[in-house]
Nanobody
Framework: QLQLVESGGGLVQPGGSLTLSCAAS????????IGWFRQAPGKEREGVSC????????YYVDSVKGRFTISRDSAKNTVYLQMDSLKPEDTGIYYC???????????????????????WGQGTQVTVSS
């Protein structure tokens, strides 16, 4: 069974950090581009950061540039999202997804519209609040 499981969310104060993990089972993440997406209350799901499957090209939405870092660990079959200097507007449920859509910016921009609600996992809740 092909599955992605997100973890690592939590409650953090503004300025704090969290590291999210996206672990795969049943397939190799190295064969796919991987993206992190988030959905804030009352808002559409949006692409946050994506990393390509071959040369690890990365893309970040403007609002997280310089604060978030996406990375792969092939040995653990896991993709991470290191989130620093967190802001209240980063609050939301964070999801990961795998795709062969290229380039990664297009993947990040288009995947939320292409995948139906049932195609997403449980996600992990991130709450940034004092």
């Amino acid at each position: 069974q092909l599955q992605l499981v997100e973890s690592g969310g939590g409650l953090v104060q503004p300025g704090g950090s969290l590291t999210l993990s996206c672990a795969a089972s049943g397939f190799s993440l190295d064969d796919y581009s991987i993206g992190w997406f988030r959905q804030a209350p009352g808002k559409e799901r949006e692409g946050v950061s994506c990393i390509s499957n071959k040369i690890a090209t990365t893309y970040y939405v403007d609002s997280v540039k310089g604060r978030f870092t996406i990375s792969r660990d092939s040995a653990k079959n896991t993709v991470y999202l290191q989130m620093d200097s967190l802001k209240p507007e980063d609050t939301g449920i964070y999801y990961c997804a795998a795709s062969l859509i290229a380039p990664v910016q297009f993947m990040c921009d288009s995947l939320p519209r292409k995948l139906n609600r049932g195609s997403w996992g449980q996600g992990t809740q991130v709450t940034v609040s004092s």
